[in-house]
């Protein structure tokens, strides 16, 4: 029998539509007893099934990624009175090679190389790219084959793309390299501590965050003002991330010392 269906009370739209299409999943997978993945997802969107999971007692669930530190994953969900799924078949990855010098490519010219073979973000989980001439890719593993077929450059440099077994990445991973900095912000303000952290003025920062460039929390956030506290991750489109650590005390001139971690 299905759940009666509730209101949603997440601030955002985009949360409010990811909740429905959840809850619409959970019930399909508990009338029909059948096995079903979500396409990647964010930290936000996992947040919020974990909130919607406790609803249905009969239905198991697993969050894959490819490798255990992965950010987005796939979502799997099957009732108890199913044997267990095979997370391999639902997460795939290819390791791509180019002669790129150190430094030119990013994560984003990857994700539109992807963008540009018609493939939507949500079936794309983490791209990772720790300079050098190697990126791994995480998708669908539906995908594998006409990524491997289609994905010829990136940038203007061109590729050479290999499919791998997640598992074979042990050795590839090392533990995040992260980079510390110190510094002191007049308040806890977003656009105070973004600033510090990614090196750029508050007023340049504002526009940034006004425009929807900035995450609290993988949540959306468009007020420069909007206060941050320790344990508080701020992402920044094309910049990457960084983590509020410990708030180190006070300066003699009532500025706030700081200690952030800037995700390389």
Known sequence: ???????????????????????????????????????????????????????????????FGGYPEAERVRIGLRPLSLPGGIEGEAVGCLSVRGNYPEGVLTHRDFLGALMGLGIKREMVGDIIYRGGEKAFIFLVKDLLPFVKANLQSAGRYALEVEEIEPEALT?????????????????????????????????????????????????????????????????????????????????????THLLLFRII
């Open 1 to 63: 029998m299905l759940k009666e269906r509730q209101s949603f009370n997440y601030p955002l739209p985009t949360e409010k539509k990811w909740a429905a299409r959840f809850q619409s999943l959970l019930e399909k997978v508990e009338e029909l007893n059948v096995e079903q993945w979500t396409p990647f997802v964010d930290p936000r969107q996992q947040q919020i099934a974990r909130d919607l999971l406790h609803r249905f007692p009969g239905i198991q669930c697993s969050f």
């Open 171 to 255: 050795s590839e991973f090392a533990p995040r390299r992260v980079k510390e900095i110190r510094g002191t912000v007049a308040s806890m303000r977003l656009d105070a501590v973004a600033g510090l952290g990614f090196g750029i003025s508050r007023s340049k920062i504002a526009p940034l965050i006004k425009g929807e460039q900035v995450k609290v929390n993988y949540q959306l956030v468009k007020q420069p003002s909007r206060p941050v506290k320790e344990g508080d991750v701020i992402s920044m489109a094309g910049r990457g991330r960084i983590e509020v650590v410990e708030k180190k005390g006070e300066s003699r001139k009532g500025r």
